[in-house]
């Protein structure tokens, strides 16, 4: 049996190249085209775990279900301090009534956000221990 995002892939995805056209054309996108992108990052951001793992891994991973309200709630830190680093970002999530996360939760978070180009990368400072992080803000 084919799921969806196959399904998708096989009719609309566009290729690289309709992909340069689509950056300096976005509005000739089709519908079709939207539908097997957004298939496509929906399937990246599902928690998964390696085949090699073990079945506590993907138990574990199936546990974790939609990650969309964490997601939005590392977003609202982002936009409510305006740029800051990983460090940063954790205290800020820290100081606010949030749902609960890990440190790894939240920099996983984080990088999906970027991945989804709701976030980008603004600067760099360093970390009070003469090394250089990435400071974020949002897209």
Avoid at 15 to 24: A, D, H, I, T, Y
Avoid at 41 to 59: M, Y
Wanted: charged share 25%; net charge neutral; glycine share 6%.
């Amino acid at each position: 049996m084919i799921t969806r995002l196959e399904h998708a892939l096989q009719i609309a995805m566009p290729s690289p190249q309709r992909l340069v056209e689509l950056q300096r054309r976005p509005w000739d996108v089709e519908a079709a085209e939207v539908e097997a992108m957004a298939a496509w990052i929906q399937d990246r951001l599902q928690p998964r775990a390696r085949n090699t793992d073990p079945t506590t891994s993907a138990d574990a991973a199936a546990s974790i279900g939609d990650m969309t309200a964490k997601r939005q709630a590392v977003l609202d830190v982002l936009r409510h301090i305006g740029t800051a680093t990983d460090a940063g970002i954790i205290d800020a999530y820290r100081a606010m009534s949030l749902p609960e996360q890990s440190e790894s939760g939240i920099r996983s978070r984080r990088h999906e956000l970027h991945l989804l180009g709701l976030i980008r990368q603004v600067g760099d400072a360093e970390n009070g221990r003469g090394r250089r992080c990435i400071v974020w803000g949002v897209a």
